[in-house]
């Protein structure tokens, strides 16, 4: 209240005058570090090979751009020329760190809330003791030196922010990232783990998503695993992996009879049915007892799951039948001139009783199904006889008009031939007349 | 014996005797042009068509951006017939433009126009002017993404005259967009305003039409003519061909029913290949076609000034050839280039 009673002027200048320190300040401290020997990067340009790539990739780095140069990772002292000198034990130099040490060195700034604080105050700083609870962190700490820190994943010169389309944990990049060692059978060999998670994946429902469509919300790797905490989803924790999105599938599932079935049987849940990492599209022959049936695998004939899985198939299948007899008809009834507009939007109402119904053979109840698909049966119905007598009269109007045409040309004729008979008639009065 | 009395109070009070008499005596000149003579009837008939169809189509359409689609749709298929009316209605307005092209045409090269028939060929170009005006404003009112577009279009080419353009625009829109605003002027302008002066300026032109009589083409003129009585033998055949029309027009209606397409919608983008109604497909492409700079002038601008200076020059064409009786051959050039420039371009339009 007091600010805004101040003379407006007055008051305005002088906060834009304080505001302007820091930033003066910041820009000659700017400059002064611009100006700041590096002897770090003067050797490392001049030489050739891999010991050239650090200045090269720090091109495009993150930290290179916030400020931070190499002595803040490897020590040493950058203002000395001497290689000795530069590098000396007294400098704290450490050279190329070992894998073993990477998550605390970079945990050094990424674990220090404070720090990050500076630079992007909503950044996380959980990584390091995610990372820990990870298989990879635990292998690690177990002496396991080939394991992922976080320059496998982020590079370690190069390193990009998470957003740019450059940076190897991208979300169209990330699969090919982790790909990078679980895909390679030889790395993985060691580890007894499958090895062609990558190739699945490309070939999943998620993938096109991800990749044709460019839906970046679509889930790769690290949104079903994790990230820093990476680790395959216990058994017990498929379900809710899975319902982060795929939600109302998820609370249908947990309340259906399967849920404590598949518990007993210790099946993962989700999976079970849609695999893990090459999930394809979902269809309609997962249900039923037919040859891409995922009821049969635990199903036999003559069992009650057996027949539901038949008879909701069966509902299915009629549903769609029947929106696409009405869509038909419709068709038909339009290209032919007619205005169906109205029954085709209703129809919609059809095609969403069918989606709906596609999420609810997760109850794996024929009543549940029964009651979306049976408002959505009449409404296809009736949009299939909306069809039917559009083309009823459209019928009617061909055989109105061929009526009323005859009618049409049979009056001209009939004037015609009058007209003829008057003209006849007055030609004849004329002479005599005359 | 007991009819007579009547059409003798009638005539003794209305003089519908000398209306009679008026048209016994009327007479039309038989030769080898006489045929455009019934295209000026055949507008009329269509002109009537369409004042009965829009009667009976204002019985059910609301004109406002919310409800003019679905009132439309209403017609069309829940109002008994209602979809012969409107398919008629729009169907027959295409015609009518046709029509009196032709009936225009007819009395440029048969130069209908000279003296004493300037004020008639005056009024009729007007009424060109009026029928084109119903045109396009019954375009928008079904309030369909084509027509709102077309609309959208169609007023900015207005917008584009220099001085008066801008409050053209704003005056035609009702405001700076194509809006319910729009709609309900346009509806304004297409059942009230255009009506009312369609009605002043066709009485002139029919009863100049009864004053002088029909023209008879310049080469033909001191002719011995066959002549044909107005009534029963013109007015019959004339009949003929408006039972005829209404077989057409039913025809068109049963089965090529006029399209309502899809609702309005001011943010959905524009459909491709947007194009005006055909009569106006030969300005929309001759301006496609100029070039962004004419010299230093803007080429659009330029070619709304010239087709408005042509329409000019068009509108007095009786003051500028004002020889009577002898032929002139640069007329009848001009007219032929006119008529090939209108059908390449409109054909033109059509295909690109």
């Known amino acids: 209240m007091k600010l805004t009673n101040d003379p407006p002027s007055y008051s305005r200048s002088r906060l834009t005058f304080f505001a302007l320190i820091p930033m003066i300040a910041l820009v000659l401290f700017q400059t002064a570090a611009a100006q700041k020997k590096d002897s770090c990067v003067e050797c490392h340009s001049r030489l050739e090979g891999p010991l050239s790539e650090p200045v090269r990739l720090s091109k495009g780095d993150v930290h290179n751009a916030r400020g931070l140069s190499c002595v803040d990772c490897h020590r040493g002292d950058a203002s000395r020329d001497d290689k000795a000198a530069a590098k000396g034990r007294q400098t704290g130099f450490i050279g190329k760190p070992r894998s073993s040490d990477i998550p605390r060195l970079c945990g050094q700034c990424h674990s220090n809330a404070e720090f990050m604080k500076k630079f992007n105050p909503s950044l996380r700083v959980d990584q390091e003791s995610e990372y820990s609870t990870s298989i990879h962190g635990r292998l690690l700490k177990s002496g396991d030196q080939k394991v992922a820190t976080c320059v496998s994943c982020h590079g370690n010169h190069g390193v990009r922010a998470v957003k740019d389309p450059l940076a190897k944990v991208y979300a169209l990049n990330v699969a090919e990232t982790c790909g990078s060692c679980h895909a390679n059978a030889g790395y993985m060999n060691s580890y007894r783990i499958p090895h062609d998670q990558f190739d699945n994946y490309k070939k999943s429902v998620h993938a096109r998503a991800l990749y044709e469509r460019q839906d970046l919300s679509a889930p790769t790797c690290n949104d079903c695993h994790g990230n820093h905490g990476a680790a395959p989803p216990g058994l017990a924790s498929v379900a809710n992996v899975c319902g982060q999105c795929h939600s109302r599938q998820a609370s249908l599932f947990q309340a259906s009879v399967h849920k404590t079935v598949f518990g007993l049987m210790e099946a993962g849940e989700c999976v079970q049915c849609h695999s893990n990492h090459g999930i394809i599209p979902p269809s309609d022959e997962m249900l039923g007892v037919g040859e891409k049936s995922a009821c049969t695998h635990c199903h036999g004939k003559g069992d009650s799951g057996y027949a539901a899985a038949e008879e909701m198939l069966e509902k299915i299948n009629q549903m769609s039948a029947s929106i696409s007899r009405s869509t038909e008809i419709l068709n038909r009834a339009e290209r032919a001139g007619m205005e169906v507009s109205k029954p085709r939007f209703e129809l919609n109402d059809a095609k969403d009783a069918l989606t709906q119904s596609r999420v609810l053979v997760h109850t794996f109840s024929t009543d549940e199904l029964d009651k979306v698909l049976k408002p959505g049966m009449d409404v296809a119905n009736k949009s299939y006889g909306a069809g039917a007598s559009a083309l009823d009269e459209l019928s009617f109007r061909r055989k109105g008009l061929a009526g009323s045409l005859f009618f049409i040309l049979f009056l001209a004729a009939l004037i015609y031939l009058k007209v003829r008979e008057l003209e006849r008639r007055s030609q004849a009065e004329k002479p005599a007349g005359g | ?352």
């Open chain 2, 1 to 352: 014996m007991k009819v007579e009395p009547v059409t003798l109070w009638l005539d003794d009070r209305l003089g519908i005797g000398s209306i009679a008499q008026l048209a016994r005596k009327k007479e039309i000149p038989i030769h080898r042009h006489s045929i455009w003579y019934y295209f000026g009837g055949m507008t009329l008939f269509l002109f009537g068509v369409q004042v009965v169809t829009g009667i009976l189509l204002l019985l059910y359409y609301r004109p406002s951006a919310e409800t003019a689609f679905e009132s439309v749709q209403f017609i069309v298929t829940e109002v008994q017939f209602g979809w012969l009316i409107r398919s008629v209605h729009s169907w027959s307005a295409n015609l009518l433009i046709a029509t009196l092209f032709i009936h225009m045409f007819s009395v440029y090269f048969m130069r209908a126009y000279r003296r004493p028939r300037e004020v008639t060929w005056l009024s009729g170009v007007f009424l060109l002017l009026l029928a084109v005006g119903f045109g396009f404003s019954g375009y928008l009112l079904p309030w369909n993404k084509l027509a709102f577009f077309a609309t959208k279009v169609g007023t900015e080419i207005a917008g584009v005259i220099p001085l008066i353009g801008k409050p053209m625009l704003r005056f035609l829109r009702g405001g700076e967009d194509v809006t319910g605003a729009t709609l309900t002027r346009f509806f304004g302008f297409h059942v009230a305003v255009l009506p009312a002066i369609s009605t002043v300026i066709l009485a002139v032109h029919l009863a100049l039409v009864q004053l002088h009589g029909m023209s008879v083409p310049p080469g033909l003129e001191g002719k011995n003519l066959r002549k044909m009585k107005f009534f029963p033998g013109f007015l019959m055949r004339d009949l003929i061909g408006w039972i005829l029309a209404i077989g057409v027009l039913a025809a068109l209606a049963a089965l090529f029913p006029w399209e309502l397409g899809e609702k309005a919608d001011a943010f959905a983008p524009a459909p491709a290949g947007i194009k005006p109604e055909w009569y106006f497909l030969f300005m929309f492409e001759t301006l496609k076609l100029l070039p962004p700079k004419i010299l230093s002038f803007d080429g659009e601008v330029l070619g709304i000034l010239g087709f408005a200076a042509g329409g000019l020059v068009w509108f007095i064409l009786p003051f500028l050839d004002k020889h009577e009786r002898t032929r002139r051959p640069v007329f009848t050039v001009i007219g032929v280039i006119v008529v090939l420039f209108i059908v390449t371009l409109t054909i033109v339009g059509f295909v690109s």
